[in-house]
């Protein structure tokens, strides 16, 4: 039998449907606003109930492809509001004009909950799917509101309490929904108008800050009803071109306009392209006088309906002429210097790390294994200025069942076989330092969820402990894999990927770096200056395909270092030692330098291509002109050709017969050296 709650919602929204007085006027009128929408224009049966919709992950992908802006923007306000609510168990959406939550902060705690309830990634909340809910009502009517408990059309989300308020894109058209939700909340529907003020203000300061991005060419005029509160919480924002007309405009922007030109806000597209002159007495040239460097008592005007505000307005950003910027960017730091022998790309990424470094932003590093992730995270630390400790945690090394205890520490007796005294965990070994997360990718679901409360909280939380202990960490994580496609899988938390990449980073992996040869030579340099490479070594080096990347390579130098000599002979004040092929593992002996192309002797040295066939590195060991060319250099010394080019006589006899030169090289043997 169903609860007579049940029933008693249903009699009501039906006697509603019917006509009939609501009692007391118990409903807010943007609650009986969209009960008639959905009765009426939705076609929604009260008595039909139904579970939140989350829409497909694909289907959530291009919603948020399709905000991706907004959220950014959006995100460190949410997460400011997010932190005043702490511990009043409210939950934030950002959900776009679609209805659809594209962004999400809460408790790790009760996901299980909220994704039931709706307050979720990918939750679909428009009228004619959901009902009457607080996101729906906000994308019918463009208004702030709250839909509370009962309010609900559906009675499945009678249970909530919803709290939204409208995000209008910079020419006036609604482009999301700030939502802020509660599982259980006190019956009184007078206990959310705190949370109404909070949303709406927060509103408010995202379309200020997407309006300020997106405004750099233009005059941004900013108003306020108070000089007190003019430079640091306008009330509303508009964009103007150097002629003094509209370009763009906060929702509160377009409500001041509207107000001063006697005009209906709704009709905003009226509004872009009018003149200043219209809606204030003042005109372009007067904006230089509403700048910062007048005090804000002093910056007053006046709207054509009257009204006085004080203005602040902000110049363009000037474009700086191509001619003046320094030809070369700034130096790189000593740690970062050391990652890259001169290749563009790679130079290109440790300028951007450079910058990323002095923030504190969480930084993803991808790229292949051996590729150097840590080294370049360990040079971020180094470039960053903070005191702390560099840790390193390999989340792909560590037993899963220790992962646990290894990231967040234990407490004494947390758990047998644990050390007697307990142990910090590396989360807080790593505080004011840098935590550096390798093969994140390979983290176990459950303990991603923990690291997500880690980061959005900076808190860490040791076995066996009641109270948290705050950290400042910056976390750099790693991997080899694409996390992106780990998140299609279902492999890793999307909402943990927002939090890792923040800033993203690709490392190119060695075979498409045109400063391998210099990356050698700076790696055998590290294990002794007596060393170098011969030039017959030198082009298999380059020849090769390095799977394994900078490590591979570096072990590759050291068996060579290895074999290459055993010392100084007696007597002797100073030796060296030329690494030849002979030197180097037998993996890289096959290679046929005659077969990698003409790359191989271009990215290698000038004595190498003269070795190899004439000045000005005219040999191109790719073709049978070519190599019949060095043939006659060597009078058709099969030998002498093998030992040019760093391979056996073997590979020579082969080119030989495939590119049918066997007659000839008989010939050029005869002739007198």
Request: glycine residues 8%.
């Amino acid at each position: 039998m169903p609860p007579q709650s049940y029933v008693s919602h249903i009699k009501e929204i039906e006697a509603f449907g019917l006509g009939q007085p609501m009692h007391g006027g118990s409903r807010d009128e943007a609650v009986l606003g969209s009960w008639r929408r959905c009765l009426d224009h939705h076609r929604l049966d009260p008595a039909r109930t139904c579970e939140a919709v989350i829409v497909p992950e694909g289907q959530l992908r291009q919603h948020q492809e399709e905000s991706e802006s907004l959220i950014r923007i959006a995100r460190s306000g949410l997460e400011r509001l997010y932190q005043q609510l702490k511990g009043l168990d409210y939950v934030l959406l950002l959900a776009d004009r679609h209805g659809v939550a594209v962004d999400f902060l809460g408790r790790e705690a009760d996901t299980g909950d909220l994704r039931r309830a709706g307050l979720y990634l990918g939750a679909e909340w428009r009228e004619d799917r959901a009902g009457t809910s607080a996101v729906g009502a906000c994308l019918a009517t463009g208004d702030a509101l709250i839909v509370h408990q009962s309010d609900h059309f559906d009675f499945t989300h009678t249970r909530l309490s919803c709290t939204a308020a409208p995000i209008y894109d910079l020419r006036g058209e609604l482009a999301a929904v700030l939502d802020l939700s509660q599982l259980r909340s006190p019956e009184e529907r007078a206990s959310q108008g705190l949370a109404l003020n909070l949303v709406v203000a927060a509103a408010r300061r995202v379309e200020l800050a997407n309006l300020m991005a997106q405004s750099r060419r233009d005059w941004v005029l900013r108003f306020s009803q108070s000089p007190d509160f003019l430079d640091v919480d306008p009330d509303a924002a508009i964009a103007v071109d150097a002629h003094g007309r509209i370009n763009a405009m906060t929702h509160a922007g377009a409500r001041l306009l509207a107000a001063a030109a006697r005009l209906d806000w709704r009709r905003r597209h009226a509004l872009i392209g009018q003149p200043l002159e219209r809606f204030f007495q003042f005109d372009a040239r007067h904006l230089p006088n509403l700048r910062a460097d007048r005090p804000a008592q002093q910056r007053i005007v006046r709207a054509c309906d009257g009204r006085i505000l004080f203005a602040h307005a902000i110049e363009p950003m000037r474009v700086r002429n191509p001619a003046s910027r320094p030809l070369t960017p700034a130096p790189l730091p000593a740690a970062l210097q050391a990652l890259s022998a001169g290749d563009p790309v790679m130079d290109a990424l440790l300028h951007k790390a450079a910058r990323l470094a002095l923030r504190n932003l969480p930084i993803l590093v991808q790229g292949e294994t051996g590729a150097g992730k840590e080294f370049l995270a360990r040079a971020i630390h180094g470039a960053s200025g903070r005191g702390g400790a560099f840790v390193a945690i390999n989340c792909a090394a560590i037993p899963e069942s220790l992962l646990e205890s290894e990231l967040f520490g234990y407490l004494p007796g947390a758990w047998t076989g644990g050390a007697s005294k307990g142990r910090q965990g590396l989360v807080e070994a790593a505080h004011r330092g840098t935590l550096f997360l390798d093969e994140i990718g390979d983290m176990p679901l459950a303990l991603q969820a923990k690291l997500l409360r880690v980061l959005s909280e900076s808190q860490v939380l040791p076995l066996g402990a009641r109270e948290p202990r705050t950290v400042d960490i910056r976390v750099v994580s790693a991997s080899h894999r694409p996390l992106a496609e780990l998140v299609q899988s279902g492999q890793f938390r999307q909402d943990l990927l927002y939090r890792l990449n923040a800033a993203e980073l690709q490392l190119p992996p060695l075979r498409q770096r045109r400063d391998l040869g210099g990356m050698m030579d700076r790696m055998l340099a590290d294990l002794g200056s007596q060393y170098s490479l011969g030039e017959a070594a030198r082009a298999m080096l380059l020849a090769h395909p390095w799977p394994g990347n900078l490590r591979e390579l570096n072990n590759v130098l050291r068996y060579a270092v290895a074999l290459c000599g055993d010392g100084p002979q007696a007597g002797a004040e100073a030796w060296e030692c030329v690494i030849e092929p002979v030197h180097l593992p037998d993996s890289l002996q096959a290679v046929d330098v005659l077969d990698a192309g003409p790359s191989v002797l271009q990215m290698g040295s000038a004595a190498a291509l003269d070795e190899a066939g004439g000045a000005g590195g005219r040999f191109q060991p790719g073709g049978a002109v070519e190599l019949e060319q060095l043939l006659a250099q060597c009078h058709g010394n099969v030998s002498e050709v093998a030992r040019q080019l760093g391979v056996s006589r073997s590979t020579v006899h082969r080119r030989i017969q495939r590119l049918q030169l066997g007659v000839r090289c008989a010939r050029w043997s005869k002739r007198p050296s």
